[in-house]
């Protein structure tokens, strides 16, 4: 089982950059697929970005491509997501989740989450 604990959400004017990052405790971190999702007030949870076990390979939502970039530390179990030029639209709470199998863009596919982190971009 996987525990995860998002942070680094804040205030922040247009332009700005934050960096989330997602701690999870438990073992074989590795072997996890992490991705970031992100639900805004009266909205559905969105697929932001991901990072592959194994190859490190990434995917991104067209409207943060060239904008956010998704990195892990195996060796500290922690997944970033580098948020720059940021804009009010990226307002949200931004959730890291964790899948044994390979990474996807479906929330149905993530088995664990964390509590969620706050965004709020001020234009």
């Known amino acids: 089982q996987v525990r995860m604990a998002e942070s680094g959400g804040q205030l922040v004017q247009a332009g700005g950059s934050l960096r989330l990052s997602c701690a999870a405790s438990?073992?074989?971190?590795?072997?996890?697929?992490m991705c970031w999702f992100r639900q805004a007030p009266g909205k559905e949870r969105d697929f932001v970005a991901n990072i592959r076990w194994g190859s490190n390979s990434t995917d991104y939502a067209d409207s943060v491509k060239g904008r956010f970039t998704v990195s892990r530390d195996n060796a500290k179990n922690t997944v970033y997501l580098q948020m720059n030029r940021l804009k009010p639209e990226d307002t949200a709470v931004y959730y890291c989740a964790a899948a044994v199998r390979g990474a996807t863009r479906r929330s149905s596919d993530y088995g664990y989450w964390g509590q969620g982190t706050q965004v709020t971009v001020s234009s």
């Open positions: 438990g073992r074989s971190f590795s072997a996890y697929s």
